[in-house]
């Protein structure tokens, strides 16, 4: 399948533990985050989403926290299981070049062990 | 998966070839767009249409283009391919919530 990344960094939990990825984002009038999950061979697939005024915001399993003094954001997935294995990758949206467009982090890779 | 599909999902091509890659849409978003994914890159724009005609260039356009003369279809075109061309290219849409989906993606290489 499409490679995503030879060098991104990696999270290796434990089925069953609870997994937290961050990012941080560098425009701090971005009012949009999303967090996408891309399997191998896949296209990024929409996981969650959270606007700039709120500070968390939950979904099945998973949780995203954002702190905007810091321009932090997180994945919190609750008891990971091995279908959870992806990269995950946060984007920002936000005004680059004149316009408005979103802009993705490099990701980070979630490998799950049994 | 939002109705998106990309063809062709894989193609080898040579040096100074032109090569145009589709992405068919079926739900009539408005906005389309075209990415490349490199490793050690995040996602990057290369162009993106707001509607019929109407298109613009993104972060990384030079030796691209593209058309949209249908809503369903957006063409992404690689005039005469060089070898950092070679990648994988996804094409997306932006629905009313304004959430992106991708498409399953092409990897291209150009030897």
């Known amino acids: 399948g499409e490679s995503v990344g030879l060098h991104l960094p990696t999270l290796s939990v434990q089925e069953g533990d609870n997994s937290i990825i961050n990012c941080a984002y560098s425009n701090s009038a971005s009012d949009y985050f999303i967090w996408y999950k891309q399997e191998s061979g896949k296209g990024p697939q929409f996981i969650i989403d959270?606007?700039?005024?709120?500070d968390k915001r939950q979904g099945q399993r998973v949780t995203v926290l954002l702190n905007k003094t810091v321009k932090h954001l997180s994945l919190q997935i609750a008891a990971t299981q091995p279908g959870d294995s992806a990269v995950y990758f946060c984007a920002e949206n936000g005004v680059s070049g004149g316009y408005n467009k979103l802009i993705f982090g490099a990701g980070t890779r979630l490998a799950v062990h049994p | 998966d939002a109705g998106i599909t990309q063809s062709p999902r894989h193609k080898v091509t040579e040096t100074g070839t032109p090569v145009t890659l589709r992405c068919h849409q079926t739900?009539?978003?408005?906005?389309m767009y075209w990415y490349r994914q490199d490793p050690g890159h995040g996602l990057r724009l290369i162009h993106y249409s707001y509607g019929v005609k109407d298109t613009d260039k993104g972060e990384v356009s030079d030796g691209y283009s593209v058309s949209r003369s249908k809503t369903e279809d957006f063409l992404l075109t690689l005039e005469s391919a060089t070898s950092s061309q070679t990648s994988v290219y996804f094409c997306?849409?932006?629905?009313?919530?304004?959430?992106?989906?991708f498409g399953p993606g092409t990897r291209l290489t150009v030897l």
């Open positions: 959270i606007r700039s005024n709120m």
């Open positions: 997306a849409i932006k629905d009313v919530y304004n959430e992106q989906f």
């Open positions: 739900e009539n978003h408005r906005y």
